[in-house]
């Protein structure tokens, strides 16, 4: 009996057991499993596409998860940003973060890590956060041009930063970073009326 209980537990964890996160979620505070687990189920009932259901969250039945630890956590820290839980959002972006390896991984989470300071209109993480992002451009440009299709999109964190340098009056640091970006390729959507307003 005793041995049974233990395989049992041993086998629990679901989709976290298969992204080595059972013993994350564990160690978790009561109210933070909470989150973790009412976003899970949330996730599963609003998006068809979204691969498991609340059965999946520790009945240990999967095994091929296809989401990494911190593509899984940045999903359910989405569901909570559209239901417009932003405290319950920024917890679990920044648990994601943690997690995260891969610099296009990182930059995919902190784009929408900036919309929810952007919604919070905190513009000092607004700052804070499009400068990491911008930090690891090199490290994400390759893979996000082959994404695209050979070129590369506009960036919410360059857009926003320069706003922000503007805004803060630091006209100079704007305009380098504007001039920067356009030579690497990035397109602003309004660079020539920016250009002309940090040059006056």
């Not at 820290?77 to 891969?102: I, M, P």
């Not at 905190?122 to 695209?148: N, P």
């Amino acid at each position: 009996m005793i041995g049974k209980v233990f395989r049992i537990f041993r086998e629990r964890g679901g989709v976290l057991r298969a992204l080595d996160l059972w013993e994350w979620y564990e160690a978790l505070s009561p109210k933070d499993q909470k989150r973790v687990k009412y976003y899970f189920s949330l996730k599963s009932i609003k998006d068809m596409r979204f691969p498991f259901r609340a059965k999946h969250f520790e009945n240990g039945e999967v095994n091929n998860p296809g989401y990494t630890r911190a593509t899984l956590l940045g999903t359910l820290a989405q569901t909570a940003l559209l239901e417009g839980k932003y405290e319950d959002a920024e917890w679990l972006y920044h648990r994601a973060l943690e997690f995260a390896e891969d610099p296009y991984e990182k930059h995919l989470i902190l784009n929408d890590l900036l919309m929810l300071y952007q919604k919070l209109r905190d513009f000092d993480s607004m700052e804070r956060y499009a400068l990491i992002d911008l930090q690891l451009f090199e490290d994400y440009k390759d893979k996000l041009r082959d994404r695209m299709g050979g070129s590369l999109p506009q960036l919410n964190s360059y857009e926003l930063l320069i706003y922000i340098l503007e805004r803060k009056g630091e006209k100079t640091k704007a305009l380098e970073l504007l001039e920067k970006f356009h030579k690497e390729g990035v397109p602003h959507p309004f660079y020539q009326e920016v250009r002309e307003r940090l040059k006056a």
